[in-house]
T-cell receptor, first 112, second 113 residues
Framework: QQQVKQSPQSLIVQKGGIPIINCAYE??????FPWYQQFPGKGPALLIA?????SEKKEGRFTISFNKSAKQFSLHIMDSQPGDSATYFC???????????FGQGTRLTINP | NAGVTQTPKFRILKIGQSMTLQCTQD?????MYWYRQDPGMGLKLIYY???????DKGEVPNGYNVSRSTTEDFPLRLELAAPSQTSVYFC????????????FGQGTRLTVV
């Protein structure tokens, strides 16, 4: 019940395309859903996060869509660029618990 | 702006050896964490600490130990290294009790042979 399932494991998109990465969870106590971006040889860094009181959040070219009833959330990258090539992790946490549960990760490649 | 600093960056251990992975943060964060990252498995929480003198187990604590004698430092100890501990280890810190950004170090790549 503490798991967060992420798909796909890898994704290749042409420059300008819109990659979509999906995550699903079971624990309805989760109330914080961040996405982390990781470049090779680096630690993950927070990209964007959402709470379940909204269905969508945009920051620049990155959008999180959240479906509370389906217990799913996804990351969309508009006008993707080769510099967006990285591994993306979704995660979930419970208010005050401060123990992120991570998805398995998606290796995204944006071809020029 | 050092943030979270991990040492060493790479290490090869022989089976049965021990070592300590060092982690220090200069942001005065109360919360600190150790994760391991295995291919296709995401990040798994090993241990965490909510402040100096307080530590607790995460999802995969077996084979590891931690201590938190200061706010800044959170070392991870591996006793009797095993091949299953081959992984990339990340230390992270977080400022507040409410969900906020976790800051990660650059990782330590450990190989046990």
């Amino acid at each position: 019940q503490q798991q967060v399932k992420q798909s796909p494991q890898s994704l290749i998109v042409q420059k300008g395309g819109i990659p979509i990465i999906n995550c699903a969870y079971e624990n309805t106590a989760f109330d914080y859903f961040p996405w982390y971006q990781q470049f090779p040889g680096k630690g993950p860094a927070l990209l964007i996060a959402i709470r379940p009181d909204v269905s969508e959040k945009k920051e620049g070219r990155f959008t999180i869509s959240f479906n509370k009833s389906a217990k799913q959330f996804s990351l969309h990258i508009m006008d993707s660029q080769p510099g967006d090539s990285a591994t993306y992790f979704c995660a979930a946490d419970i208010q005050g618990a401060q123990k992120l549960v991570f998805g398995q990760g998606t290796r995204l490649t944006i071809n020029p | 702006n050092a943030g979270v600093t991990q040492t060493p960056k790479f290490r090869i251990l022989k089976i049965g050896q021990s070592m300590t992975l060092q982690c220090t943060q200069d942001m005065n964060h109360n919360y600190m964490y150790w994760y391991r990252q295995d291919p296709g498995m995401g990040l798994k929480l090993i241990y965490y600490s909510v402040g100096a003198g307080i530590t607790d187990k995460g999802e995969v604590p077996n084979g590891y130990n931690v201590s938190r004698s200061t706010t800044e430092d959170f070392p991870l100890r591996l006793e009797l290294a095993a091949p299953s501990q081959t992984s990339v280890y990340f230390c992270a810190s977080n400022r507040l009790r409410q969900n906020t950004e976790a800051f990660f170090g650059q990782g330590t790549r450990l190989t046990v042979v």
